[in-house]
């Protein structure tokens, strides 16, 4: 349990520090940037998706 905690927070420091990096390739940084926020939309709404699924295995 411990081990499955550990992995999803590694998990989401990952995919979030992807997106960034991926969202800014070849453009310089800015915050509120629409891509960058597009793309995190997309990755909450898979988190989201994968916590409703393991919900629904148990």
Known sequence: MLINQVVRRFVTIGVKKGINHFAAKG????????????????????????????????
């Open 27 to 58: 453009k310089p940084v800015q915050p509120g940037q629409p891509h960058t926020n597009a793309a995190r939309e997309t990755a909450k709404r898979a988190r989201q998706a994968a916590k409703i699924t393991r919900r629904l295995g148990r």
